[in-house]
């Protein structure tokens, strides 16, 4: 699977297992508007998310390129557990139906997304896609890591308007 494609793209191993994200999968960028450019922007983002709090996001690992030489995808560490939204009632009813809040330390989640958000504050960084869906939850210890950030070209692109949507996204996050 993505553990021997990543072993025998890149010649390492992964202790975290593997998560691969093609060009295919990236955000549409009519969705987030100019500040999208692409896959190599969006694995540029994960990685400073991921050097400013390696606990919160998981790392990024590897681009891959076409023939071309484009990137076209990266390999991610894959975080353990299920994405928040499979635990809040927030974006849809049917997760509501699905959660089950007991095995969670629910304060400790909100502690670390307010967290989150702080550490983005304070080194002028921003996901934009923010959502429960791109929080993974450990159930065993209610641990979270982001991931799937959309991607800035820091030259042409300000993330103050990502920023603005993180707090909202993350305010929505607290409230549930």
Known sequence: GEEFVFQATTGHNSSSGIFYKSDDERT???????????????????????SIAPDLFVRPLALTYDEDGNADGYFMENAPGKELN??????TSQASSNRNLGELDTDFISQQVSYMNT??????????????????V??????????????????????ETARKEDEKEIQKILSD
Do not use: C
């Open 86 to 91: 499979d635990y809040t009632q927030t974006y």
């Open 138 to 159: 450990d159930p065993e210890t209610s641990r979270i890591r982001g991931y799937d950030p959309v991607g800035f070209d820091r030259s042409t692109a300000s993330s």
């Open 28 to 50: 549409d960028p009519r969705r987030s508007g100019e500040v999208y450019d692409d896959i190599e922007d969006e694995f540029n983002a994960l990685q400073r998310l991921s």
């Open 119 to 136: 550490l983005m504050d304070l080194y002028g960084e921003s996901h934009g896609d923010i959502k429960p869906w791109n929080i993974k």
